[in-house]
Each structure stands twice: as structure tokens, then as C-alpha cells.
């Protein structure tokens, strides 16, 4: 039996030691606990984000011509009848939500709430062009499920037909939020 202070000193400073040696190890586990966290959680978001990204192609498909695709008309302020019309294949990726056109200083804005479901044809018609000089890049605006907005280059074409007048200049849509960096 331990009968003097001197003699139960160091036995104290042991345990008081490996006490600290635990709190402290258990400590940077659950700091890296944390960090593995947030990090993983970042990623899945991003992956979310990538995965709802709406993606479009051009399409022309002849039963165009006799069955016509869900159109979504776009108006300017302008009171003329002049109008474009693009055909375009939302793909599987993600619901398309169609914001608005820009060329040059002029704006088109959807006439009805425009909305695109994946794997779905539609078209784009522009009217009221008077004023707007197809030369200046087109811009397609549209957001994904989550809010983040992109744009599409749209360029006219040489085309007769009636639904391939504009069509899609880039394969990958840019993000809003890069273009103004």
C-alpha cells in the first residue's frame, strides 16, 4: 500500500497523462471525422449539380414536317411578324427550364412559362426580330432544377426549312456565373 504523497505522485501524473493522450487522439479523430464530412458532402453536390444539368442537341427529325413539335415562342418588344424557328432534343440529363433569348441589345421573352422535360423534342420560335441583327451572337438562357444558369450559343443557319433556321453553336452549355468572371 502506497502510504507517502511522494510515492502516489507519479502514479497520478501517469493516468493524468494518458488521460490527456485520449482526449487529445480522440480529438483529431473527430476533427478528420468532420473534414471527411464536409469534403464528401461537396462532392456529392457538385455530382447532384452535373447530374440535373439540362444538355441540348439539335434535332430534325422528318416527322417533324408532318407531326410538329411542342413549340415555345419567344417575343421581343417589337410588333413586327418576323420570326426564327430552331428545332432542339432535350436530353436525359436533366428538366430544361427556358429563361430567355438575347441578341445584340435584344431581349426575347417566353410567352408562356417554358419548361422541357428530358428525352423531349421542342422548338424555339423568335418572333418580332425587326431591329435585331442575327450577326450578333445568340444567346439561349435556361436554368436547371436547382437554380444554376447557363447559356447556349445559337447561330442561324443557311437552312430553308422551317424549323432548323437556328440552331445550336456550342455542344456543352457555359455557365452564367463563369462568363461574368
Known sequence: ????????????????????????????????VIITEIITSYRRKKDRIANAKPIIINYLNESVTTNPLTTYIFRSDSEDTNDITGSFKNTDNGLLFLDYVDIGSKRFIPKNFA??????????????????????????????????????????TSSSRKYIRIALADDEPQSVKMANK
Open 1 to 32: 500500500m502506497i502510504s507517502t504523497i511522494d510515492e502516489l505522485t507519479p502514479i497520478i501524473q501517469e493516468s493524468n497523462s494518458a488521460l490527456v493522450g485520449a482526449l487529445i487522439g480522440a480529438a483529431v479523430a473527430l476533427l478528420g
Open 115 to 156: 419548361v422541357v422535360d428530358k428525352n423531349t423534342e421542342f422548338s424555339i420560335t423568335l418572333q418580332g426580330l425587326g431591329g435585331a441583327s442575327l450577326d450578333n451572337e445568340i444567346r439561349l438562357y435556361f436554368h436547371d432544377i436547382f437554380g444554376n444558369q447557363y447559356y447556349y450559343r445559337l447561330k442561324q
